[in-house]
T-cell receptor
């Protein structure tokens, strides 16, 4: 069974640009979570999608947004990039259980 | 919202020693407490979890204890091995429709051979 896949692995942008990160959940999983992992700050919750709907969002500005497609894959968009957005962005999926299955992440660097 | 504090941030032990990582949570409604292990350059993976109706759970060399009254839970690793070296994250969440795990900041465990 394929795990959670994320693309791209690395992304380099300059301040003010927009970034799009993608996530494919495990087949059959309907929930997708996005977390930001910045150095020393652990895993900060960004967004939760389930059955195509945004169910909750963390304490991040509106320039962090996303969506979930009918096939349950998901996209995270970050507009007007700032230097402090540099981090590892992790996607996780789940279905009916509370266990999260994480992808390997997208390392976003903002120069 | 929920707040999870995790200590220590770094833990260095000799191979064969025990390691203990402690977490506290703020929301008394939290009832599920997973622990994730993230090896260097890899994705976090669930290693053990505990629900609020249980006080302790063991799985070979790892165990988790929960004190609901004090709102804290701990991860215990016995007979540590170099492959236990990783960052460990605790988390807390509630049941129901708004299940969103809140994570601690992580503990970097270093096991010296």
């Amino acid at each position: 069974e394929a795990g959670v896949t994320q693309s791209p692995t690395h992304l380099i942008k300059t301040r003010g640009q927009q970034a799009t990160l993608r996530c494919s959940p495990i087949s059959g999983h309907t929930s997708v979570y996005w977390y930001q992992q910045a150095l020393g700050l652990g895993l900060q919750f960004l967004l939760w999608y389930d059955e195509g709907e945004e169910r909750n969002r963390g304490n991040f500005p509106p320039r962090f947004s996303g969506r979930q497609f009918p096939n349950y894959s998901s996209e995270l968009n970050v507009n007007a990039l700032e230097l402090e957005d540099s981090a590892l962005y992790l996607c996780a999926s789940s279905f009916e259980t509370r266990q999260l299955f994480f992808g390997s992440g997208t390392q976003l660097s903002v120069l | 919202g929920e707040n999870v504090e995790q200590h220590p941030s770094t833990l260095s032990v000799q191979e064969g020693d025990s390691a203990v990582i402690k977490c506290t949570y703020s929301d008394s409604a939290s009832n599920y407490f997973p622990w994730y292990k993230q090896e260097l350059g890899k994705r976090p993976q669930l290693i053990i979890d505990i629900r609020s109706n249980v006080g302790e759970k063991k799985d070979q060399r790892i165990a988790v204890t929960l004190n609901k009254t004090a709102k804290h839970f701990s991860l215990h690793i016995t007979e540590t091995q170099p492959e236990d070296s990783a960052v460990y994250f605790c988390a807390a969440s509630t049941s129901g429709g708004s299940y969103i795990p809140t994570f601690g900041r992580g503990t970097s465990l270093i096991v010296h051979p």
